[in-house]
């Protein structure tokens, strides 16, 4: 992944679609006098109707689009948390939802394990943001597993009961965040407005929902301009979760850190990038529609919204340590075996998912229980609650 400040020229028609979606959020801009929150454009820009970034059809996660996940870097990945799940699934009866399945691929390799460890679940749930992801997730099954498309089922919202294992990788930081700035004891909210016919950033003095959400980070004053992010969506997506979900656990992947790492006076600049064709760059306001804009997450913000919303926190730790606790060994092993010649290959995936330096550190697993506290096994190396 490069950091560029020069992006790749999108074709002209990629630069239209992404015209017409700015110019949809001008009207918004206009229509609420003058002035947007981030989220509010960071959502747009997202998963507007046919023209956000997740919504409009063009490829985005592997290697011809704009960034890797784990699933996409190696089986191995998928085949761990089948390890989770089937651990989960033989302590109480239940089906699999996968939250934002993206290109498919985590959902065809887990079955697969699964399916070759005889405990298949009945079905296998998929509920993405962006219904347009369907096509392309029933593709790779076609492709893949077509004799396992008959146990997919996708959903339009969350079912009103549900026993089993709720998976989201890399589905929190894809949500939109509020984007402040706290200079002496004054808080500033990013907005985004619409001047000299293009979209510009300004900062104005945030509203009482925003300035009760950083209150109660309790970062102090600052010297110098602190610049960082917040999710104030976690409340109520927990607490939908919750009312879904009778006996189970969530489990939920992604970078991110707890919130004294997150917030420390050093990270004065926030989490929030884009990527654009493997191209990491800090302009939101740019390609529009285009390229994705994520941040970081703080999963004590996590634990937090999922506690006041009914979740025992269950375990949170590296995906490094999750993994490895997850018979990442044997299933390396038992593909070395069946195709000797991928050595290199495989030790490369493993090395990219688990070291420190890749995103061994940098990626987080948290475990959230609902009727359910039995130790998990993906926990049994390293278990880092207290850091939450
Ligand atoms: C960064 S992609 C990750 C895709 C896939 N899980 C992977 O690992 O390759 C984020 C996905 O989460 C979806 N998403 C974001 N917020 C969501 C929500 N509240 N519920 C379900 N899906 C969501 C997005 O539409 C997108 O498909």
């Known amino acids: 992944m490069k950091f560029s400040t020069k992006l790749p020229t999108p074709s002209t028609d990629a630069l239209q679609h992404s015209q017409q979606l700015q110019y949809k959020i001008r009207d918004v801009i206009n229509a609420n006098n003058g002035a947007i929150s981030f989220r509010t454009y960071m959502e747009m820009a997202l998963y507007e109707q046919g023209l956000g970034y997740y919504v409009a059809g063009c490829r985005k996660i592997g290697k011809s689009g704009d960034f890797m996940t784990a699933p996409e870097i190696s089986p191995l990945f998928s085949q761990c948390l089948a390890s989770q799940c089937i651990q989960i699934l033989s302590e109480i009866k239940g089906d699999i939802i996968e939250l934002g399945a993206g290109s498919g691929l985590m959902a065809v390799q887990l079955l697969l ?4 460890q005889n405990v298949l679940p009945q079905n296998y749930y998929i509920l993405d943001l962006s219904p347009e992801l369907k096509q392309r997730q029933k593709k790779t099954f076609k492709q893949l597993a077509p004799h396992l498309l008959d146990r997919i089922i996708w ?23 509020d984007v402040f700035t706290l ?9 985004v407005i619409w001047q000299d016919k293009q979209l510009m950033e300004q900062l104005n003095p945030a509203s009482s929902t925003l300035w009760d959400a950083v209150t109660a980070l309790k970062l102090g004053t600052m010297e110098t301009p602190y610049t960082s992010e917040i999710n104030l969506n976690l409340q109520g997506w927990f607490k939908a979760l919750d009312a879904c979900l009778t006996q189970g656990v969530v489990i939920l992947i992604d970078y991110g850190y707890s919130a004294s790492e997150y917030y420390h006076p050093d990270r004065n600049k926030g989490t929030l990038i884009c990527h654009y064709q493997h191209h990491v760059n800090e302009s939101p ?52 075996e069946e195709t000797p010649e991928k050595h290199y290959q495989l030790a490369q995936q493993v090395r990219i998912l688990s070291l420190p330096s890749e995103m061994g550190e ?27």
Do not use: C, W
């Open 113 to 116: 394990e699964l399916e070759k």
């Open 285 to 336: 306001l740019s390609y529009t529609g285009l390229q994705d804009i994520t941040a970081n997450v703080d999963f004590t913000a996590v634990a937090n919204a999922a506690d006041k919303a009914g979740f025992e926190v269950l375990g949170f730790t590296t995906q490094a340590a999750f993994l490895a606790a997850n018979q990442l060994e044997t299933f390396f092993m038992q593909i070395l």
């Open 362 to 388: 940098r990626f987080k697993v948290i475990a959230l229980g609902k009727d359910f506290l039995n130790p998990l096994n993906g926990f049994s190396l390293t278990d880092q609650r207290h850091r939450l």
């Open 183 to 191: 200079y002496k004891d004054k808080l500033f909210e990013h907005q």
């Open 155 to 177: 959903l339009k919202q969350l079912p009103t009961t549900f026993n089993g294992v709720i998976l989201g990788n890399e589905v929190l930081d894809a949500m939109p965040v």
